[in-house]
């Protein structure tokens, strides 16, 4: 069974960064789609980023564009988001999800996710 663990999250200023890791044990990650999302409170769960498996592809959220970065670290079994340029807007619990997949490409769609992260906090504030 596969589990995740989101790591990473905190307190940083605006225009600081962050970089979380999503560690997986269980399973390899080497056929999964892995996808970051958020949540912010009274607000849905929103999609961030996501990557393909074997990282074939990447998409991510038009509000994170140029500002985010997905990558997977295949020996590690680890997936991160580096932020940068952090906004209060941005601040969140941000969990990461995993689904088995045979496509290269992946969505940002939270329902498309079978195994999920406990969430990690990012607060972003002066």
């Known amino acids: 069974q596969l589990q995740l663990a989101e790591s990473g999250g905190g307190l940083v200023q605006p225009g600081g960064s962050l970089r979380l890791s999503c560690a997986a044990s269980?399973?390899?990650?080497?056929?999964?789609?892995i996808g970051w999302f958020r949540q912010a409170p009274g607000k849905g769960r929103e999609g961030v980023s996501c990557?393909?498996?074997?990282?074939?592809?990447?998409n991510y959220a038009d509000s994170v564009k140029g500002r985010f970065a997905i990558s997977r670290h295949n020996a590690k079994n680890t997936v991160f988001l580096q932020m940068d340029s952090l906004e209060p807007v941005d601040a969140a619990v941000y969990y990461c999800?995993?689904?088995?997949?045979?496509?290269?490409?992946?969505?940002?769609?939270?329902?498309?996710?079978?195994?999920w992260g406990q969430g990690t906090q990012v607060t972003v504030s002066s």
């Open positions: 999800a995993a689904v088995y997949s045979y496509t290269s490409t992946c969505e940002l769609w939270a329902d498309r996710y079978s195994y």
């Open positions: 269980g399973e390899s990650l080497d056929y999964y789609a």
């Open positions: 990557m393909s498996v074997r990282g074939i592809s990447t």
